[in-house]
């Protein structure tokens, strides 16, 4: 990157960064995440004492749960964001009465990775039947441990998937209109037309949230270990539940800049394209 291009960058991470904090924007979002939070808690109580096999759906299944409600949500931020940059008064409820359509739309797209991943972990139980097997499920089970091994990988890599949709499709669906075939279309366009600056964009939007969660998973982790109740499952399951209600309010600000800039490097690469195409 050039100087010049350096400075915009220091600018974009800035502007975002300081409406990353505004009191409206932090209670429209933590609701969002205590329904996550609320959903985490309650699979992590049902894999208390459930087989591994459960216990894997139920680490990454919330997880895939959460990311359509994340994204009507960046969508929503995204629509803010773009008016306080732009000095304009925004009315909450219009805002939502008019989005309603949108967001209802967009929370579909997270299906397909959720439907997929649904289809890897019932493939994973395959394995573990096989390695059950009187007689002969040790040897399937060292043998075939390569199976597990890519359907966890598959996991991972949906996983992250999902936070890539999160932050390259908002900024898309909130300010451009059109078929999901032609939104697709674009955002591959955006990917290829400059994966390194894409790539680079998206590791700053997630520093700030990645170093917050980083914080409070070592808090937590403290926490449980020096004061955890281990005594009835019910009593873990509601330390669980308050630990996480400031877990979500301090994560806030993190998922806000997220989207913020997200809309930000949006708006910085589609001007610097149209720029270039200028000069061809």
Known sequence: MSLMNMRNVELIFNRALLHSFSKKKLLLTFPVLFLCG???VFCRALAIHASSWVVMSLTFLPFFLCSSMLLSLGVLLA????????????N????????????IGISYMALPMLLLYLFLWMFLGVFY???ELPGVGEFFGVILAFGPFLLVFGSIVLSVSNVFALYFLTPHVAFRFGSKKRLVQELMRRIQDNPFSNIVFFILALL???SVVGLLYIAASVTGAAFAVTSHSIAIVMQWFFIMIPFCALLAP???F????????FVFLEK?????EMHQ
């Open 272 to 276: 610097r394209r149209q720029a270039l």
């Open 129 to 131: 039947l096989l390695r």
């Open 79 to 90: 629509r803010i964001y773009h008016n306080e940059v732009k000095s304009i008064y925004t």
């Open 92 to 103: 909450y409820k219009k805002l939502f009465a008019q989005s309603w359509e949108v967001l």
């Open 258 to 265: 997220f989207f913020n800039f997200s809309v930000e490097s």
């Open 38 to 40: 609320i959903l985490i």
């Open 208 to 210: 700030p949230l990645l």
């Open 254 to 256: 993190g998922v806000l």
